[in-house]
């Protein structure tokens, strides 16, 4: 669980089922190129609740130093999860991994985040996955994007 950057009250909790499954693919080998997703859950008041992670697929560019989600499926299930939970299930934010022991995000990382950001207009969580499964999590709002905290 993380404190929320923007709002003091509010607070980031990640179901450890999604942690396991995200730390399953950290780049802890020399072949592990990188790995990424999108991230849903709950939004309660300004607390953000991810539920679920979607993994790699087939037509995601993936590469050591690159992870470029471009298979239809991640916003495919991120519908059905709103339909299904009658809109209360919603799209949270990304996670990808880093080959790096302390993640911090590349320039990339944070133009595709502030993208992102705009479309959306409510908070969202970025999530990077280093190689000894420490953490990068951040939170963005509008052109910003704020460090939480590294859990370690
Ligand atoms: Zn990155």
Known sequence: ???????????????????????????????????????????????????????????????????FRRDRYHQSVALKRWKESNAMVDYLGEWHTHPEVRPTPSFLDMSEWIQICRREPLPMVFIIVGMDSSLWVGVGVNDCVLNAVIAV
């Open 1 to 67: 669980m993380w404190i929320h950057p923007f709002e003091a009250t509010a607070r980031i909790l990640v179901e450890p089922a999604v942690l396991d499954m995200i730390f399953g693919f950290r780049q802890n080998a020399a072949h592990k190129t990188e790995a990424g997703g999108i991230l849903l859950g709950f939004r309660r008041g300004d607390h953000l609740h991810i539920v679920e992670a979607t993994t790699p697929q087939p037509a995601d560019r993936r590469s050591l130093f690159r992870f």
